[in-house]
Nanobody, 123 residues
């Protein structure tokens, strides 16, 4: 079992920044890759970014490349998502997830999910 708790969401103006955190506990050694997804109202959950606990590998969806940065602190078992130059279209509930198997950009590849944190970007 892996428990994930997100924090750091909020309301920000377009062009602003937020940093999301995801604290992991439990059997995190079974999930080498951690991912961030988001879901806007009326839309499907979509992949945002992912990183490995072990190796320096990161993955991003095209719409956030150059604006978002995923990172991790292994000692704290925490994954971060630094979001800069935020746009109204980034508004969504952001979820942290622990990968199991399969493509990192596919939500069904992840076994464990946090409760989500709301990010709202005003224009």
């Amino acid at each position: 079992q892996v428990q994930l708790v997100e924090s750091g969401g909020g309301l920000v103006q377009a062009g602003g920044s937020l940093r999301l955190s995801c604290a992991a506990s439990g059997r995190t050694d079974s999930s080498y890759i951690m991912g961030w997804f988001r879901q806007a109202p009326g839309k499907e959950r979509e992949f945002v970014a992912a990183c490995s606990w072990i190796i320096q590998t990161t993955y991003y969806t095209d719409s956030v490349k150059g604006r978002f940065t995923i990172s991790r602190d292994n000692a704290k078992k925490t994954v971060y998502l630094q979001m800069n130059s935020l746009k109204p279209e980034d508004t969504a509930v952001y979820y942290c997830a622990a990968h199991s198997r399969g493509p990192v950009e596919v939500s069904t590849s992840y076994d464990y999910w946090g409760q989500g944190t709301q990010v709202t970007v005003s224009s």
